[in-house]
């Protein structure tokens, strides 16, 4: 089985970057698709970015698509989200999620493995 633990969280201004790293354990990392998604307090938990299991396709929610960007090493079992521009209202619990039935999958919310979530703030 397969645990994700997310890093990197922490407190930014508006305008500011962050980059949000997830480690993974376990020997079939590189098969599964790979996303993050968030959750603000008092709303659902949102989509923001996957990734293939080979990292040679990417998808993003078009809220993030022009600030953020998903990427991954399969050698170090690790998969990172480089944020940019962040705004207050980025300001939400992070979390790092696999799923084993591709990368559209995970878009879809279908998630095998949940991280246990980091928190990001952004101050205006």
């Known amino acids: 089985q397969v645990q994700l633990v997310e890093s990197g969280g922490g407190v930014v201004q508006a305008g500011g970057s962050l980059r949000l790293s997830c480690a993974a354990s376990?020997?079939?990392?590189?098969?599964?698709?790979m996303g993050w998604f968030r959750q603000a307090p008092g709303k659902e938990r949102e989509f923001l970015a996957a990734?293939?299991?080979?990292?040679?396709?990417?998808y993003y929610a078009d809220s993030v698509k022009t600030r953020f960007t998903i990427s991954r090493d399969n050698d170090k079992n690790t998969v990172s989200l480089e944020m940019d521009n962040l705004q207050p209202e980025d300001t939400a619990v992070y979390y790092c999620?696999?799923?084993?039935?591709?990368?559209?999958?995970?878009?879809?919310?279908?998630?095998?493995?949940w991280g246990q979530g980091t928190q990001v703030t952004v101050s205006s």
């Open positions: 999620a696999a799923g084993d039935s591709g990368l559209f999958t995970v878009v879809d919310g279908r998630i095998q493995i």
């Open positions: 376990g020997r079939t990392f590189s098969s599964l698709a």
């Open positions: 990734i293939s299991w080979s990292g040679g396709s990417s």
